[in-house]
């Protein structure tokens, strides 16, 4: 039986997996294009604008409006739906916190429900049994790039005539029944942060098919302008939210290797889901016949304790790292995030609505718990490795389950 690499045996990977970023003279020349243009700010006709055609395009929406990050995105997002002190959002509890925080941003409520157990995406039936008159939108998190249950949430969002955002910053180039996610309800936010499936450093969009809320979001993220209007007029409240030219050029060039990475760890997700099925103990996120394409920011798997000897996830963690394999933490549950627990969170609230109970908080999220403190994320970089690569992660968990007592 091969010894641990944690206890100074071999590691099960053979050669190191793609390093992210991935760049090549695309983006150099991108980037000295830029520079030598001195046009170095988002512009008419600038690299920016281009960037924001070609990803709307990309997935199947009218619009895109770049801005300076995914948080940035749903702030924005939720501003140009005009929401406000009394309004409420639902909010899956897995999730990172600027989900919740870009809520609380615009003086609306988060309201925290708690996501399916396989899935960890929010939970439709939970999302309904969340709204009341004061309900403006369901925010869905397609954690991991799993797309969260577009049909379901969509039907609810129409029926009670509110809105359905979707938090697609793990999610680039993801599909849903053949069409790519994000304009399935009112829009869809992205994040080009460092981790991401694309990126320049930090970046975001929102893509939409609405016109209005195309035009409101515009104004807000670009200080209350209107276009075609004069520079200094400002029609509605916004702020500067615009992002550089800099950055625009180097996610254009990101965007042409988007499919063809997309597409390879979606290929490599599905290989791993056969392989990791396989080992007694360890269950893969669950995928749906309607997720025609996975983007896979991440590879979650949910690991049974019992079928390894009872070691802790950070016990397991330790070791599979220490077999080559690269690993990212799961979210805690946003209810246990100091800002909720400590009741900062009120200060952004006002009237009735920052006194009011939010016994939403004392739900005991058994799912978020699940996602937080029993899951796996492999990084999306080890995703874009070869065939080799996903039977060295299969034969990392393996050995770690013969082993399993050693780690105790
Ligand atoms: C689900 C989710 N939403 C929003 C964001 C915010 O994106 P950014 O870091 O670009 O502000 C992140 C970033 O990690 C995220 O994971």
């Given amino acids: ?169 793990h999610a680039h180039g993801s599909e849903w029944r053949g069409r790519r996610i994000g304009s399935f309800g009112l829009g869809g936010t992205f994040s080009f942060q460092a981790s991401k499936t694309m ?8 893509i939409s098919n609405d016109d209005e809320f195309e035009r409101m979001a515009r104004s807000t993220h670009d200080c209350g302008r209107m ?12 702020s500067n939210y615009r992002l550089s030219e800099w950055q625009g050029a180097v996610l254009l060039a990101q965007l042409t290797r988007l499919d063809e990475q997309t597409a390879r760890r979606h290929m490599n997700g599905r290989l791993l889901d056969r392989l990791l099925s396989e080992i007694p103990g360890i269950s893969p996120q669950s995928q749906d016949a309607r997720i025609t394409r996975n983007g896979h920011y991440a590879y979650i798997f949910h690991v049974d304790s019992g079928a390894f000897a009872g070691v802790s996830i950070a016990q397991f963690v330790a070791a599979l ?35 009011a109970a939010h016994d939403f908080l004392d739900a005991p999220f058994p799912n978020s718990w699940r996602e937080s403190d029993e899951t796996v994320w492999i990084t999306q970089n080890a995703l874009l490795g070869d065939e080799q690569d996903m039977h060295e992660i299969a034969a990392a968990i393996r050995k770690i389950a013969e082993n399993a007592r050693d780690l105790l």
């Fill in 1 to 169: 039986m091969p010894k641990l690499a944690i206890h100074g045996g071999a590691s099960a990977k053979s050669k190191a997996f793609p390093i992210w970023p991935i760049y090549d003279d695309l983006e150099r020349e991108a980037i000295n294009e830029v520079l030598e243009s001195r046009d170095w700010w988002r512009d008419d006709g600038s690299k920016t604008l281009a960037f924001e055609r070609a990803f709307a395009a990309f997935h199947g929406a009218k619009h895109g409006i770049a801005v300076t990050n995914g948080t940035a995105a749903i702030e924005v997002a939720l501003a140009a739906m005009g929401l406000g002190a009394g309004d409420e959002v639902i909010v899956p509890n897995a999730t990172f916190v600027a989900t919740a925080s870009a809520v609380l941003f615009t003086g609306a409520l988060p309201v925290l429900v708690d996501v399916s157990a396989d899935s960890y995406c929010i939970d439709p039936e939970l999302a309904e049994a969340a709204i009341t008159e004061r309900t403006k939108a369901i925010i869905a998190v397609h954690l991991g790039g799993r797309p969260a249950d577009l049909d379901q949430l969509k039907e609810v969002a129409e029926r009670h005539g509110i809105a359905l955002l979707e938090d697609a910053a």
């Fill in 199 to 206: 990126t320049a450093g930090e970046g975001g969009m929102i």
């Fill in 227 to 238: 276009p075609g209007e004069w520079f200094y007029s400002h029609f509605i409240y916004g």
């Fill in 321 to 355: 790292e220490a077999e080559g394999i690269p690993t990212q933490a799961p979210y805690p549950p946003i209810h246990q995030l100091d800002v909720f627990r400590s009741g900062a969170y009120r200060r952004r609230l006002s009237g009735a609505q920052a006194e």
